[in-house]
């Protein structure tokens, strides 16, 4: 447990006592109705890459065997309790011939807090194009730990940063430490429980605007990769307006092949931030 200081209080950062199997488990109740096992206090709203891990967790346990996820488009409805199982159910849209899609909706105590709506595909043979550099030079061997906030069985580097001046890394890598099993779909998972932490607004930070809780998240799998390796995760600001920020990312493995992006929407409001020049995580 790490102490995290605002400008006005002293919030404590709770990380539970379990691994990420653990905490993305869920337990299957009926055909296509799924529940969250690992449940913990935690004076925070629960963590979105969580809800929305267990999300596509709960949809790739329903599709046909061999179709891996390539997208997920997800809606933050209202703030969760990790204190309390959330509920998922999984309508199955559609299967073709190669893509399934399914709906997610997350409930607790009756209520919304999350859908989802995710596609899976049978990977086929074709051209292997990439445009760009890594956006850093690998491996994080040397580098300067990063005691990612929230996160567990996920260990961190810090490589030079473009928004140096900024209260948040906006590029940082991370691998998990927690054996991961040879299955496609943890694998994705755990990408996607990293894939909502820090922001890419950080740079738009000042002394009375900050970057709020996520509206919608959207992540693209672009090729397989293994969490328990290397990867490095690159946000890059997109602009602010009307009380919301829009920015993008990627997610690099270590011998620099993009292997997702990522799109996420947050509220952009006057108010108190959690800013780590003083001391936050």
Same mark, same amino acid.
């Given at each position: 447990?790490t ?9 404590r ?16 109740l009926?055909?296509d109705?799924?529940r ?8 925070? %709203?629960?963590? !979105?890459?969580q809800v ?8 790739? #346990?329903?599709?046909? =065997? &061999? *179709? +891996? ?26 299967d ?7 709906r997610?909706?997350?409930?607790q ?9 995710a596609?899976?595909h ?12 890594? %956006?850093?030079? !690998?491996?994080?061997?040397g580098?300067?730990s990063?005691?990612?906030?929230? #996160?567990?069985?996920? =260990? &961190? *580097? +810090? ?12 590029r ?34 000042d ?12 992540v ?7 969490m328990?390796d290397?990867?490095v ?11 919301r ?37």
């Amino acid at each position: 447990m790490t102490d995290t200081a605002t400008s006005n209080e002293t919030l404590r950062v709770v990380v539970p006592a379990v691994d990420v199997l653990e905490l993305l488990d869920l337990e299957p109740l009926e055909r296509d109705l799924f529940r969250s096992t690992a449940v913990f206090d935690d004076p925070f %709203p629960l963590y !979105g890459g969580q809800v929305a891990a267990q999300a596509l967790r709960a949809a790739g #346990l329903t599709v046909p =065997e &061999g *179709r +891996l996820p390539h997208s997920l488009h997800g809606y933050y409805l209202r703030g969760g309790d990790a204190s309390h199982p959330t509920v998922f159910r999984v309508h199955r849209d559609r299967d073709g011939r190669s893509f399934s899609a399914r709906r997610v909706v997350a409930i607790q105590r009756g209520e919304v807090i999350f859908n989802m709506s995710a596609s899976f595909h049978v990977p086929g043979d074709g051209p292997d194009h990439r445009v760009g550099t890594p %956006p850093a030079d !690998g491996p994080p061997d040397g580098l300067a730990s990063y005691a990612i906030p929230r #996160l567990v069985s996920m =260990e &961190g *580097r +810090l490589p030079e940063q473009p928004f140096p001046d900024a209260d948040w890394p906006t590029r940082f890598w991370s691998r998990c430490t927690a054996p991961l099993p040879d299955d496609q779909l943890w694998h994705a998972a755990v990408l996607t429980y990293l894939s909502d932490i820090s922001t890419g607004l950080a740079p738009f930070d000042d002394d009375e605007h900050h970057s709020g809780a996520s509206l919608d998240h959207a992540v693209w799998f672009h090729r397989p990769v293994r969490m328990d390796d290397w990867v490095v995760m690159d946000l890059a600001p997109g602009t602010v307006a009307g009380g919301r920020g829009w920015y993008t990312g990627t997610l690099h493995d270590q011998h620099g092949t993009p292997v997702a992006s990522l799109a996420q929407e947050n509220l952009f409001r006057r108010g108190p931030g959690f800013r780590r020049r003083t001391g936050s995580a």
